[in-house]
């Protein structure tokens, strides 16, 4: 059982930046989808940035692209979320997500479809003021 548990949130100013941090335990020999996701009071859950299995391929939401970036440390088995230009519309608890891969390696587009409905942290909190 795959266990993840997310730190680095803050309230910060608008124009401002944070790196979230995710660690994981529990992870086999496999690959990992890897990912983050946020949600906002009121609002669904949606994506914010994924990484495939082999640590090469990327999708994000459009309104993270240029401004956030996703990566690993995998010697800390610690999976990471840049962000800079924050906006007050990216307030929200951020999730961090893994499921593994079947596969010999899985592109971010096919974790695209499976990490929704993977396991995720216990989130952190990004407030930004205006």
């Known amino acids: 059982q795959v266990q993840l548990v997310e730190s680095g949130g803050d309230s910060v100013q608008t124009g401002g930046s944070l790196r979230l941090s995710c660690v994981v335990s529990g992870t086999t020999e496999s690959g990992y989808c890897m990912g983050w996701f946020r949600q906002a009071p009121g609002k669904e859950l949606e994506k914010v940035a994924i990484?495939?299995?082999?640590?090469?391929?990327?999708e994000y939401a459009a309104s993270a692209r240029g401004r956030f970036t996703i990566s690993q440390d995998k010697a800390k088995n610690t999976v990471y979320l840049e962000m800079s230009r924050l906006k007050p519309e990216d307030t929200a608890m951020y999730y961090c997500?893994?499921?593994?891969?079947?596969?010999?390696?899985?592109?971010?587009?096919?974790?695209?479809?499976?990490?929704?409905?993977?396991?995720r942290g216990q989130g952190t909190q990004v407030t930004v003021a205006e």
């Open positions: 997500s893994a499921t593994s891969c079947p596969f010999n390696a899985c592109a971010a587009a096919y974790c695209d479809t499976r990490l929704p409905s993977a396991s």
């Open positions: 990484m495939g299995s082999s640590g090469v391929t990327f």
